[in-house]
């Protein structure tokens, strides 16, 4: 086991410090709650939270999962208890565990994210910083139209940034062409870090059926098949210097995670192995700390963008 405190692993987001660069992505690791049963999860540099709305959401019909090649397909439609059930439920858990909390939320327009910031205001002290989704695939309002207009994106931005304290951070979806401007809209709007790559629309079909295999018919691809995708993203988004940037899609071990960092990403998200790994946090850091090790790498951070790409 090693040491997670040496302050050779620590990374810098903005005026956000985390320990480690290990982020759990929202919607595959819920609170942190249920994960502490399996190890200790305050290891990892930040949690962030399944995404939460003003209001309780049902979510969209089942099917909703579906394995594919090296992937998988989900279609969860954003179902959540809404933002009071993690304030009163999971807060004080995390709280006490010691857990550095990203708490995701979205809405369907500009009200509700404000009206969500209002309610975060009066917990924002427990808090590291706040995601906006902007970026879900998964439903027709919020999500990715909010996501996919520049304009709309500095609007939420700034809206949310008007009434927190906290860092903001804003999550992009790669099935947007325009990420350099959203990402300069989102740094206009107050946002201090990117979150890159949501999943990558898809579908599957069942043969025998002729049917679809999600209920919503189209899902968000996760996984190992999206890895070239998100490291393309990330590489070209990192060149343009706009804000720093936590990078995930089809992180799978501590050497995709380098190649994230070497593509660009100050921190890197941890999302669908948490569904085959149940220990992947802390075996993904470990290995980390291995590397730096093995190639007397003092600091994990002098490797941000460090690829050899010309």
């Known amino acids: 086991m090693n040491n997670y405190t040496g302050s050779g692993t620590s990374v810098k987001l903005g005026s956000i410090i985390l320990k480690n660069p290990i982020v759990m992505c929202s919607g595959t690791f819920s609170s942190g709650i249920e994960y502490n049963d399996f190890y200790d999860v305050s290891i990892v540099g930040a949690i962030t939270t399944k995404s939460f709305s003003l209001k309780p959401r049902a979510g969209n019909k089942p099917p909703r999962l ?32 010691g857990f550095n909390i990203i708490l ?38 919020g999500g990715m139209s909010l996501g996919s207009i520049p304009e709309e994106v500095e609007n939420v931005t700034t809206a949310v940034r008007k009434i927190l304290n906290i860092p903001v951070i804003v999550k992009l979806s790669p099935n947007n062409n325009n990420l350099s401007e959203l990402a300069r809209r989102a740094k206009n709007g107050g946002a201090e870090v990117i979150s890159l790559i949501n999943t990558v629309i898809g579908m599957s079909i069942d043969i025998n059926t002729f049917k679809p295999k999600l209920g919503n018919i189209t899902g968000g691809l996760s996984g190992p098949a999206i890895k070239p995708i998100a490291l393309a993203k990330i590489f070209n988004l990192h060149k343009e210097k706009i804000l720093p940037i936590i990078g995930m899609g089809g992180i799978f071990g501590w050497e995709d ?21 149940l220990h992947a946090g802390e075996n993904i850091l470990d290995g980390i700390i291995n590397y730096m090790s093995n190639k007397n790498i003092l600091n994990i951070s002098d490797i941000i963008g460090k690829v050899k790409a010309e």
């Open 257 to 277: 995670a380098v190649e994230f960092m070497l593509a660009g990403a100050n921190a890197v998200g941890l999302g669908m192995v948490n569904f085959v790994d």
């Open 66 to 97: 579906c394995e594919t090649p090296a992937g998988l397909l989900n279609s969860i439609g954003l179902q959540n208890e809404g933002i009071d059930f993690f304030i009163n439920e999971h807060l004080p858990y995390t709280k006490k565990s």
């Open 104 to 141: 995701s939320i979205l809405g369907t327009d500009i009200s509700e994210f404000s009206d969500l910031a209002v309610k975060i205001r009066n917990i924002e002290e427990s808090l590291i910083a706040v995601e906006l989704n902007l970026s879900c695939p998964n439903v027709e309002k």
